[in-house]
């Protein structure tokens, strides 16, 4: 099991930029177990929503069509943290940001969003107009 910790949320206005982060502890990535890592939303009144997602073996990732373009992910392995670099902000992006984690074979597609199964507590970002 993977222990996350998200930051970096906050308040930004239209077209600015935050980078979060989400911390990992416990059975992290390894020559040996491969894992999904992913950034999750959920705006008020909305179901949560995949938003990009890192596989650890090959690095390749995958990002909502909302988002691409304007948002990175990424991995720092020797700080065991993941980050989501956020630009061009826009209302719509406002909500909670979690990032999880599934460990998973190597022909899983890490946007097959349903099976994440480590998660955060969740970092909110506003976004104003």
């Known amino acids: 099991q993977v222990q996350l910790v998200e930051s970096g949320g906050g308040s930004v206005q239209t077209g600015g930029s935050l980078r979060l982060s989400c911390a990992a502890s416990g059975s992290t ?3 040996y177990i491969r894992y999904c890592l992913g950034w999750f939303r959920q705006a008020p009144g909305k179901e949560r929503e995949g938003v ?3 596989s650890t073996r090959g690095g390749s990732t995958y990002y909502h069509d909302s988002v ?3 948002f ?5 392995n020797a700080k065991n943290t993941l980050y989501l670099q956020m630009n061009s902000l826009e209302p719509e992006d406002t909500g909670m940001y ?8 190597l022909s899983y597609r890490c ?10 507590q969740g970092t909110q970002v506003t976004v104003s107009s």
């Not at 979690?98 to 074979?105: D, E, F, M, P, R």
């Not at 946007?111 to 955060?120: H, I, P, R």
């Open 29 to 31: 990535p390894s020559r």
């Open 98 to 105: 979690y990032c999880a984690a599934l460990a998973t074979s």
């Open 72 to 76: 990175t992910i990424s991995q720092d």
């Open 111 to 120: 946007d097959t969003w349903q099976k994440y199964n480590d998660w955060g």
């Open 52 to 54: 990009a997602s890192f």
């Open 68 to 70: 691409k373009g304007r």
